[in-house]
């Protein structure tokens, strides 16, 4: 038994030359050129969707190496932390500020002594002004009483 056909124009076809086979003949043109341009088409979508997946495996490769890159640092880190030289190094840092901090301390402590020290010399400076301003003013006095 045969299978059915599924375009019976293939087995009712007109033997005689003539306007039916102009008539399939452009029939098989026009087929031929839409199938020409679904392909163009489909392979511009192929083109299209390859340099989009592309694009996606470069930035996805991008992606893989920064996280390795990061990955890598923080074992570094992790290491570090286990073997206890962070704390070492945490320690060595806490000792020059502590050292940073009494410097600091002292001289401000020195800042301070400067600073009484001054103004008890502005303070001095003040008074001997006073003084001789009052030591003018007698002066004058004496001179304006004196007689001549």
Same mark, same amino acid.
């Given at each position: 038994?045969?299978?059915?056909?599924?375009?019976?124009?293939?087995?009712?076809?007109?033997?005689?030359?003539?306007?039916?086979?102009?008539?399939? !003949?452009? #029939?098989?043109? +026009?087929?031929?050129? $839409?199938?020409?341009?679904a392909l163009r088409q489909a392979r511009r979508s192929q083109r299209r969707n390859a340099t989009l997946t592309a694009r996606q495996i470069v930035a996805l490769n991008n992606e893989v190496s920064r996280l390795q890159t990061l990955n890598l640092s923080l074992q570094q880190q992790c290491e570090e932390y286990a073997s206890g030289q962070a704390i070492v190094s945490l320690g060595q840092r806490l000792m020059? !500020?502590? #050292?940073?901090? +009494?410097?600091?301390? $002292?001289?401000?402590?020195?800042?301070?002594?400067?600073?009484?020290?001054?103004?008890?010399?502005?303070?001095?400076?003040?008074?001997?002004?006073?003084e001789r301003d009052v030591a003018i003013s007698c002066l004058r006095t004496d001179l304006l009483h004196r007689p001549n």
């Open positions: 038994m045969l299978a059915p056909l599924k375009d019976r124009s293939v087995i009712e076809r007109d033997d005689s030359p003539g306007a039916a086979d102009t008539s399939q !003949l452009s #029939d098989l043109q +026009a087929e031929n050129m $839409a199938l020409r341009l020059v !500020l502590e #050292d940073n901090n +009494a410097q600091l301390l $002292a001289a401000a402590q020195q800042v301070w002594y400067l600073d009484k020290s001054l103004c008890a010399a502005h303070h001095e400076c003040e008074r001997l002004a006073r």
